[in-house]
T-cell receptor, first 112, second 113 residues
């Protein structure tokens, strides 16, 4: 089954404690991206990757890091989380022809 | 600013009625896509319309595209309670290798029983 998986689904952490949210897809997609969704602000792109070892900033990259060492994985790293990073995070992937996005189930992060 | 912008931001109708939501975009496109999001869940792809198409149907969904006005509409006929969700339009990059799929802010649709 074609899918994008994210882990964890829910996370409560404290300010400054490094965390990683994993994202994996099984569709051999070249394009992967991370979004955060906040009430009234819609979907905002954090980082995206056009292929292995190719990443670039989206609209709101501050405070986040990513890596793309393998085609299937695109982890999101928060080196020093802060309360303003409390949000719902989505990973998505697609090919680069049609660009139909497949979304993960989301990770709800709370930083206290 | 967002490439795709949905209108209205929120829509509330009675079950059985039709729901229409609109999307405007700014630049040339290869295709335009509509997605649905149930509360707190990931977006799900609904339908894609290519730039050389004017109308497309999928079940109770009807999408139109007017490239001269840079706008699209999504019509859901005979709405059901299960259609309650947020709906987003998205436009992929026109040029291969360009970077971003741009989502609008979404239309929140509520179907009242």
């Amino acid at each position: 089954e074609a899918q994008v998986t994210q882990n964890p689904r829910y996370l409560i952490t404290v300010t400054g404690k490094k965390l990683t949210v994993t994202c994996s897809q099984n569709m051999n997609h070249e394009y992967m991206s991370w979004y955060r969704q906040d009430p009234g602000l819609g979907l905002r792109q954090i980082y995206y990757s056009m292929n292995v070892e190719v990443t670039d900033k989206g609209d709101v990259p501050e405070g986040y890091k990513v890596s793309r060492k393998e085609k299937r994985n695109f982890p999101l790293i928060l080196e020093s989380p802060s309360p303003n990073q409390t949000s719902l995070y989505f990973c998505a992937s697609s090919d680069r022809v049609v660009w139909e996005q497949y979304f993960g189930p989301g990770t709800r992060l709370t930083v206290t | 600013s967002q490439q795709g912008e949905e209108d209205p931001q929120a829509l509330s109708i009675q079950e059985g009625e039709n729901a229409t939501m609109n999307c405007s975009y700014k630049t040339s496109i290869n295709n335009l896509q509509w997605y649905r999001q149930n509360s707190g869940r990931g977006l799900v792809h609904l339908i894609l319309i290519r730039s050389n198409e004017r109308e497309k149907h999928s079940g109770r969904l009807r999408v139109t595209l007017d490239t001269s006005k840079k706008s699209s509409s999504l019509l859901i006929t005979a709405s059901r309670a299960a259609d309650t969700a947020s709906y987003f339009c998205a436009t992929p990059p026109f040029i291969q290798g360009a970077q971003k799929l741009v989502f609008g802010q979404g239309t929140r649709l509520t179907i009242n029983p």
